[in-house]
């Protein structure tokens, strides 16, 4: 089968697995949550000083990731801006409402991309019967519209905005690599823009598990305390730290190679009288294809896929979503790309 459902199917690489049969590996490992896990310790500096922040902290996942930085953000019931298609809107099961106790004021952007004049729009005004508009939260690449990469003009035009506003600015950074191979832009200089930046390893990198967040030492502080609370204090988190170094060390470069697979697939649905797909969408590892004219559920098609020997996802109803990544080769995206033709 061939594993087009998310990017976050990866397998470790043998190079990965191969770091803990040195000996010295062992004894760096420690006990994290005393803060005496070396391998952690200067994987958290690396990643800070690559995101231009003053400190970084390592935690299980993506959405722990994001929910420790609304957390740090906001009060409760205040409410957050962001993007109707967002990650942390439609994919980590109500966890702001539940852990951090605010209300989310979703906005419908043009491909996922929200501008400075329609947060300005959304901002509460002062009330006691309002609830506080405190953050407002960003996505690059934005999954759900495809890997759109947020134009960072508008980025910039946004922080400049929650300045004046007073407003605290996240970016979900999940597939922020995506983004920078894809302009060439350094992690650091979109990272400027935000209070607090969560990234991932676990997706286009292919470590087996793991993300960071990065902001100022009192917050990186704070969501220590938070990372413990909700259950995610690691012991040896080494052993899961140097395989997101290896990958992140390693694997940065190798992310335009799944660019172009993604391509090679997007051009075959475009050439495909019966699909829909916007090309001028297609800018990174993601796909997102409409398929309302053939007659056929979205869940339908991702079993025809399947019985193709494809493995393919629904992201929202009519639309049908493929993810390029290391362990899909460029010959499996052409054998894709053929099926495509004779569905």
Known sequence: MIDLRSDTVTKPTPEMLALFAAPSLRNRLGDDVFGEDTLTNEFERQVADLLGKEAALFVPSGTMGNQLCVKLSTSEGDEVILESGAHIFNYETAAPAVLSRVQLKPLDGE???????????AIRPVADWYPRTSLVCLENTHNRAGGIIYPIEDIE???ELCRSKKLRLHLDGARLWNACAATKIAPKTYAQFF???????????GAPAGSAIAGTQSDIQKARRWRKLWGGGMRQSGVLAAMAKFALDNHLDRLLHDHRKALCIANA???H????IDMTAVQTNIVAVDVSNTGLSERDVVE??????VLISSIKKNYIRLVTHLDVSMNDAENVAEIIQTF
């Open 195 to 205: 209070d607090t930046v969560s990234v991932c390893f676990s997706k286009g990198l």
């Open 273 to 276: 009288p019966t699909f829909k």
């Open 157 to 159: 035009r946004i922080s």
């Open 304 to 309: 025809r896929f399947r019985e193709k020997g």
């Open 111 to 121: 491909n996922g991309i929200l501008t400075a004049e329609q947060i300005d729009r």
């Open 269 to 271: 649905f475009a050439a």
